[in-house]
């Protein structure tokens, strides 16, 4: 278990929206996968490359509707959709008490898929950050192919450290970041890459500091992550890596990076969690 399973989660601000994707049946292929985590953890729509369905059928209210069943720590480590609403409520609490003037963004549960200002989000698209919204986007279902399909743990450490992630985009907007260092193209040197270090370093910052922080009660809403979460929690880094990725179509070249390899993903989560947010300033070193 990752939460505190007496700790109060019912005042998540998580929304669901969309409808039942096509994909969750019959699987998608091993080129479809690849296609689907480069573009994970961004904002670009890549659907199409997919086959997958465009936005269709009913979307329900822009606003969505809330997470069912969602009040305890004990709902969060038992479901993946309050296990993600929940976690927003101590991300937002650690980047409240760490950035000033934070803007908590929004977060939408995906059920299959759902129009975005920044393309359609689904399981094929992966999670992502949209910064127009400040609205960060995931549908659980996409866990379930990281772990049947592309043999990653995807546990439950595994997809905070993915929600964590997009919650550093977000706090990149906010700090200028983004707007500081625009997309100057793909390479291993590239903005886009050092953009991604940082965010998981982020990621790391905030689950080496998880336990701090609580409820209205004071009941911290996590619990301490052991060894095992951990390596899980890396391994999802890794499997996102541009050079694993590029791996299962037999050619990698560096000069396409987009993200960083498995070993860069791994190392700048792990030095967020054992050195904290002064260490992930990816942009003031060349030692990536």
């Known amino acids: 278990m990752t ?26 292929g091993i080129g479809a996968i690849a296609v689907m985590l480069i573009s994970a953890f961004t904002g670009v729509d890549l659907t199409g490359l997919l086959g997958g369905g465009s936005p269709g059928g009913s979307t329900g209210s822009s606003q969505g509707t809330v997470i069912e069943n969602c009040e305890t720590g004990q709902d969060a480590n038992e479901n993946d959709d309050c296990r993600i609403a929940a976690a927003s409520l101590a991300l937002d609490q650690f980047w409240d008490e760490n950035l000033n003037g934070y803007v908590k963004p929004s977060l ?45 743990s995807a546990g439950n450490l595994s997809q905070l450290y ?24 793909t390479g291993p040197m590239s903005n886009g890459v050092r953009m991604e270090l940082q965010a998981d ?51 990698v070249n560096p000069e396409s990076f987009t993200h960083g390899t498995s070993e860069q993903r791994a190392r700048w989560f ?19």
């Open 162 to 185: 993915i929600l964590a992630h997009e919650y550093g985009h977000h706090v990149q907007n906010l700090m200028g970041t983004m707007e500081a260092y625009p997309n100057n193209g």
């Open 108 to 152: 939408t549960i995906v059920d299959g898929s759902t129009p975005t200002q920044c393309g359609t989000a689904s399981n094929a698209v992966g999670p992502f950050y949209c910064p127009p919204e400040q609205g960060v986007y995931l549908d659980p279902t996409f866990f379930q192919i990281l772990r049947q399909q592309f043999g990653a």
């Open 201 to 251: 370093c982020y990621a790391g910052a905030w689950v080496g500091a998880m336990t701090e922080q609580e409820d209205a009660s004071g009941q911290p809403y996590l619990k301490a992550p052991t060894e095992q979460e951990l390596t899980d929690a890396i391994n999802a880094a890794m499997v996102v890596g541009d050079d694993h990725i590029q791996q299962q179509s037999g050619f």
């Open 3 to 28: 939460f505190n399973p007496n700790a109060d989660v019912s005042n998540n601000t998580a929304r669901r929206r969309g409808r039942t994707a096509a994909i969750a049946g019959g699987g998608i």
């Open 270 to 288: 792990a030095t967020g969690y054992k050195y904290g947010l002064g260490q992930c300033d990816a942009f003031a070193t060349d030692d990536l």
